[in-house]
């Protein structure tokens, strides 16, 4: 027989659930505290996917932590109403109480809407953690690694990965031998790229094309055969040692028209309405303000401009892999969704936003990108599936319009 063993479901019970901050609906700072906890929502997607009650012993088989942090957590979140704890012989069961939780939420969602103005909807990017974070250090970080990166003999910005910001090699993302051998210079330029943006484009004779964040400038010179002398080719990027790599490739290559500024793709060196076409290789995704970005992209293109851009997105990325620096400039874990990219170009005002082309990593090559990250556990391939992480590379594209 099972007994319930909760005993702190007071607010229920002694009546004390008068609301936060005299607002009623709004739940207390500490049911707030134990649902904010990246592992204990974990904890509770595992038991609403489980279906049944679990014990802490098989609960914690499916966390890389102790299963006594799995045994607080969960008494955290029974202690607060959450979750149901039932004794049955020497075993405690967990399971979640939803119709509490439902009530909560509804109140909570009423209470909210009661008494708050409705903003526009689409805080699309970026949860409100992201939005704290501090977005010179992220940037540091990324300097740090591209410069490393761009100075080992192996290139690789992590350690064992393909198709990624990481990759070296030009032909598995989409190169085509052409491009690659038509550069006049070294055809192994390093790419750190996941796609060819400008594979297909309508890049023309004359035109002016705006990089942003080129690295060695592979995708500089290609840009350039299609401009011809008369066109104009600017890469603007913030990390020096890729800035002398790219300028390097660009003088071998003895191109006249290319030129690299140092600067940030938040705050473009580049003046407004100036350029046909803006490229972008894996860069957008490592930046902490893609909402700045995707408003410089409006800015600086000439009215009928177009944007032409290879990225990563993603989806259900937790909070603990978000904040891992390596999976970061390994372009994971800064990754916002698709839907949440392209609400974010049209937010800045650029229209016919679309996307022409998706490569969606299998759970094994997402499972090794992550493990080469060497502080993520095991058995992140479990935690892959059951967590639906999911992450792309996708070519997406938006025009300025003419008024
Ligand atoms: C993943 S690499 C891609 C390089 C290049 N597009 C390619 O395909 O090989 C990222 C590049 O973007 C630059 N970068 C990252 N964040 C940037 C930012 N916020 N502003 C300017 N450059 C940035 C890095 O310095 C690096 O050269």
Redesign the pocket.
């Known amino acids: 027989m099972m007994t319930q063993i909760n005993k702190h479901l007071k607010k229920e019970q002694k009546g004390e659930d008068k609301g936060c901050c005299g607002i009623p609906g709004i739940p207390d700072s500490r049911f707030l505290k134990a649902v904010s906890d990246s592992t204990r929502l974990r904890i509770l997607a595992h038991l609403v996917e489980a279906k049944e009650p679990q014990m802490v012993s098989e609960i914690a088989k499916n966390f890389p932590i102790d299963v006594s942090v799995v045994s607080r957590h969960l008494a955290i979140l029974r202690d607060e109403g959450i979750l149901l704890a039932e004794k049955q012989g020497k075993e405690v069961y967990y399971s979640v109480r939803y119709e509490f939780l439902s009530s909560i939420f509804r109140g909570f969602a009423s209470a909210i809407e009661s008494c708050c103005p409705s903003k526009e909807k689409g805080e699309y990017f970026m949860n409100s953690k992201e939005k704290k974070i501090n977005a010179k250090k992220i940037?540091e970080e990324?300097?740090k690694t591209?410069t490393e990166a761009i100075s080992r003999k192996n290139l690789s910005?992590c350690s064992s990965l393909e198709k990624t910001?990481c990759s070296t090699k030009a032909k598995d993302i989409g190169y085509s031998e052409d491009e690659l051998n038509n550069l006049s210079t070294d055809s192994n330029i390093?790419?750190?790229?996941c796609g060819n943006p400008l594979a297909y484009s309508e890049v023309r004779e004359g035109d002016v094309v705006l990089?942003?964040?080129?690295?060695?400038g592979?995708?500089l010179l290609i840009a350039a055969r299609k401009v011809g002398p008369s066109g104009q080719v600017i890469g603007?990027?913030?990390?020096e040692e890729?800035i002398a790599k790219a300028k390097e490739n660009i003088k071998v290559a003895g191109v006249k028209n290319v030129e690299v500024r140092k600067?940030?793709?938040?705050n473009l060196p580049v003046e407004s309405s100036s350029v046909d076409w803006v490229i972008?290789?894996?860069?957008i995704n490592?930046?902490p303000e893609k909402e700045k970005v995707f408003s410089e992209i409006a800015r600086v293109l000439k009215p009928g401009g177009r944007m032409v851009v290879s990225d990563m997105v993603g989806e259900n990325i937790p909070e603990w892999l978000r904040e891992n620096k390596n999976l970061y400039s390994a372009?994971i874990s800064g990754v916002i969704s698709e839907k949440e990219y392209l609400s974010g170009l049209r937010k800045a005002g650029l229209e016919k936003v679309k996307v022409s082309e998706r490569i969606v990593y299998q759970s094994d090559e997402l499972e090794s990108i992550i493990k080469s990250s060497p502080e993520i556990s095991k058995d992140i391939k479990r935690i892959v599936r059951e967590q639906n992480i999911k992450v792309a590379s996708i070519k997406i594209s938006a025009y300025k319009p003419i008024s």
């Open positions: 940037r990324v300097k591209y910005c910001c390093p790419t750190f790229g990089d942003l964040g080129p690295g060695a592979l995708d603007v990027d913030m990390t890729m600067g940030l793709i938040e972008s290789n894996c860069v490592l930046s372009c």
